[in-house]
T-cell receptor, first 111, second 113 residues
Framework: KQEVTQIPAALSVPEGENLVLNCSFT??????LQWFRQDPGKGLTSLLL?????REQTSGRLNASLDKSSGRSTLYIAASQPGDSATYLC??????????FGKGTRLSVIA | DAGVIQSPRHEVTEMGQEVTLRCKPI?????LFWYRQTMMRGLELLIY????????DSGMPEDRFSAKMPNASFSTLKIQPSEPRDSAVYFC???????????FGDGTRLSIL
């Protein structure tokens, strides 16, 4: 059974810092991996999707990498801003099975 | 372009009552997912549909939970009878296909007293 773990559970950084969020999964036979953002009281917004054949995806200040063999992904946020404060969730898709989510990392960027 | 629409946004009811949550997926999306989110367990898939047909309901906690998708533009999740431990945020999501990015609604915050 696929399990997804995210470390740390919470992170607080000063504005302007670069930061890395970690995600690990137990079964490397995945189809794709997604990173989501969740603001308080809101649903999830998809940030990046990495296919299993890809190593990374970039969108603006966000860069997500995938090392399928070791069961790891990282989300890199450059030059963090207070508006980046949210919970970030990682989820993996193993083909016909639905997404399995981690419990998220709660990020606070302090001005 | 409307996203996934869920109603109600908040529901407070007494245990034993029937609760019905509603979802309108994005037009043209073939897959629909119901999730439950709690602090303890995080985000868990309850059931998902493809082309209105339930594909995997193994996440449905027990017989008190049921879900239907009578057409491509509407789905319901029903809890009868409700219990305090059902209190959570329930999300609906849709995607073009099961392996495509999922688009989430804003959720229904359910409190069972």
């Amino acid at each position: 059974k696929q399990e997804v773990t995210q470390i740390p559970a919470a992170l607080s950084v000063p504005e302007g810092e670069n930061l890395v969020l970690n995600c690990s999964f137990t079964d490397s036979a995945i189809y794709n991996l997604q990173w989501f953002r969740q603001d308080p009281g809101k649903g999830l917004t998809s940030l990046l999707l990495i296919q299993s054949s890809q190593r990374e995806q970039t969108s603006g200040r966000l860069n997500a990498s995938l090392d399928k063999s070791s069961g790891r992904s990282t989300l890199y946020i450059a030059a963090s801003q207070p508006g980046d404060s949210a919970t970030y969730l990682c989820a993996v898709n193993s083909g016909n099975t639905p997404l399995v989510f981690g419990k998220g990392t709660r990020l606070s960027v302090i001005a | 372009d409307a996203g996934v629409i869920q109603s109600p946004r908040h529901e407070v009811t007494e245990m034993g009552q029937e609760v019905t949550l509603r979802c309108k997926p994005i037009s043209g999306h073939n897959s629909l997912f119901w999730y439950r989110q709690t602090m303890m367990r995080g985000l868990e898939l309850l059931i998902y549909f493809n082309n209105n047909v339930p594909i995997d309901d193994s996440g449905m906690p027990e017989d008190r939970f049921s879900a239907k998708m009578p057409n491509a533009s509407f789905s319901t999740l029903k809890i009868q009878p409700s219990e305090p431990r059902d209190s959570a945020v329930y999300f609906c999501a849709s995607s073009l296909e099961g392996d495509q990015p999922q688009h989430f609604g804003d959720g229904t915050r359910l409190s069972i007293l």
